[in-house]
């Protein structure tokens, strides 16, 4: 049996978005699906997982939900639904960028991904910024993009102050995320600081994969779920990274298996039964290992505190 995995947001403002979310939570509950939803006063930004007709039922319900009749989904098969638990929950921002004053609906122009496609292969002179984290960057970007060195969305309004003395403000701007969210935002600052010929990939990399067949793409695409990776173009599939125990290439993320490091970094399966999932000759040594399986090795983090002792649990307990 294949499964589906979705991918949506919508900028709706919700007037109550603790009892917004409390409805919403039953209803995906009860629906049975797995996944994550974030709910603000601004709207909603979700990714989900099911069977198919539990999916068809969810976008029936949210379609259906005042002001969310536009609502777009990007929609993925897999033989697995890649998560372990529904998360439905309020946040300040459905994604943070922690820079107020910034209206979605005052961002930067649409290019669909044949427009998006016809402006890279038209040779006129643009600028493209991978809106993404490094480590999405990391594993798969398009070709020429600037991939800022940044570890969160709320790190990229610092690095538009910097990037700002080398990009001119009469270029023209293209920017790209996994599926438009950040864009959204991003846009709006870039427009807010001078840039005028502000646009952005419509639906994203994953949008473009499925209607462009991922050309000009390199790479894979990170993802927020178990698969952490998913191919863009299938003609071009050789990893663009390397393997950061072997340097072989590699586009694969793993955990280290100390539990009290936990760093996600790119690994080969080599390199991983080398270093009995870690990081580090350091980490390899830690009494807070987690169990190598080879064959569970490059599934993503869980909490394997039953293997510990009680003096890590608690201070685990602690950081929560």
Same mark, same amino acid.
């Given at each position: 049996?294949s499964?589906?995995?979705?991918?949506y947001y919508?900028?709706t403002? $919700?007037?109550?978005?603790?009892?917004?979310c409390?409805?919403h939570r039953?209803?995906?509950k009860?629906l049975?699906v797995?996944? *994550?939803?974030y709910i603000?006063?601004?709207? $909603?930004?979700g990714?989900?997982?099911?069977a198919?007709?539990?999916?068809?039922?969810y976008?029936?319900?949210?379609l259906?939900?005042?002001?969310?009749?536009?609502t777009d989904?990007?929609?993925d098969?897999h033989?697995?639904?890649?998560?372990?638990?529904?998360?439905?929950k309020v946040?300040?921002? $459905?994604?943070? $960028?922690?820079?107020?004053?910034?209206?979605? *609906?005052?961002?930067?122009?649409?290019?669909s991904p044949?427009?998006?496609?016809?402006?890279?292969?038209?040779?006129?002179?643009?600028?493209m910024?991978?809106?993404?984290?490094n480590?999405?960057?990391?594993?798969g970007?398009f070709?020429?993009?600037?991939k800022?060195?940044v570890?969160?969305?709320?790190?990229?309004?610092?690095?538009?102050?910097?990037?700002?003395?080398?990009i001119?403000k009469?270029?023209?701007?293209l920017?790209?995320?996994?599926g438009?969210?950040r864009?959204?935002?991003?846009s709006?600052?870039m427009?807010?600081?001078?840039?005028?010929?502000?646009?952005?990939l419509?639906g994203?990399i994953?949008?473009?994969?499925?209607?462009?067949g991922?050309?000009y793409?390199?790479g894979?695409?990170?993802?927020?779920?178990? *698969?952490l990776?998913?191919?863009?173009?299938?003609?071009?599939?050789?990893?663009v990274?390397?393997?950061?125990?072997?340097?072989?290439?590699?586009d694969?993320?793993?955990?280290?298996a100390?539990?009290?490091?936990? &760093?996600?970094f790119i690994?080969?399966?080599?390199g991983a039964?080398?270093?009995?999932g870690?990081?580090?000759?350091?980490c &390899?040594?830690?009494?807070y290992?987690r169990p190598?399986?080879?064959?569970?090795a490059?599934r993503p983090?869980? &909490?394997w505190?039953?293997?510990?002792?009680?003096d890590?649990k608690?201070?685990?307990?602690?950081k929560q």
């Amino acid at each position: 049996m294949s499964y589906e995995v979705i991918l949506y947001y919508n900028f709706t403002p $919700i007037q109550d978005p603790e009892l917004f979310c409390s409805e919403h939570r039953a209803y995906l509950k009860e629906l049975g699906v797995k996944g *994550r939803v974030y709910i603000s006063s601004e709207g $909603i930004n979700g990714t989900l997982g099911g069977a198919p007709q539990q999916m068809q039922q969810y976008k029936e319900y949210l379609l259906s939900q005042p002001g969310f009749a536009d609502t777009d989904f990007k929609t993925d098969e897999h033989e697995t639904i890649p998560f372990a638990k529904l998360t439905c929950k309020v946040r300040e921002e $459905i994604v943070a $960028i922690h820079h107020p004053g910034l209206d979605p *609906r005052e961002g930067g122009r649409y290019l669909s991904p044949k427009e998006w496609r016809s402006v890279m292969e038209s040779g006129g002179e643009y600028v493209m910024i991978d809106v993404r984290n490094n480590y999405e960057s990391k594993v798969g970007h398009f070709r020429g993009a600037l991939k800022p060195d940044v570890e969160n969305f709320y790190d990229f309004p610092g690095w538009l102050e910097e990037a700002e003395k080398e990009i001119p403000k009469d270029k023209k701007v293209l920017m790209y995320c996994t599926g438009g969210i950040r864009c959204e935002k991003f846009s709006v600052l870039m427009k807010q600081k001078g840039w005028q010929d502000v646009n952005q990939l419509h639906g994203g990399i994953l949008t473009y994969a499925k209607e462009e067949g991922g050309d000009y793409f390199e790479g894979k695409c990170f993802v927020f779920d178990d *698969r952490l990776v998913v191919p863009v173009n299938r003609e071009s599939l050789a990893p663009v990274s390397s393997c950061e125990i072997t340097g072989k290439p590699a586009d694969s993320y793993l955990n280290c298996a100390n539990m009290e490091c936990n &760093k996600l970094f790119i690994c080969s399966e080599e390199g991983a039964q080398l270093m009995e999932g870690c990081c580090s000759e350091s980490c &390899k040594e830690s009494e807070y290992r987690r169990p190598f399986d080879a064959d569970d090795a490059f599934r993503p983090f869980r &909490k394997w505190y039953n293997y510990f002792k009680d003096d890590f649990k608690g201070r685990e307990n602690q950081k929560q």
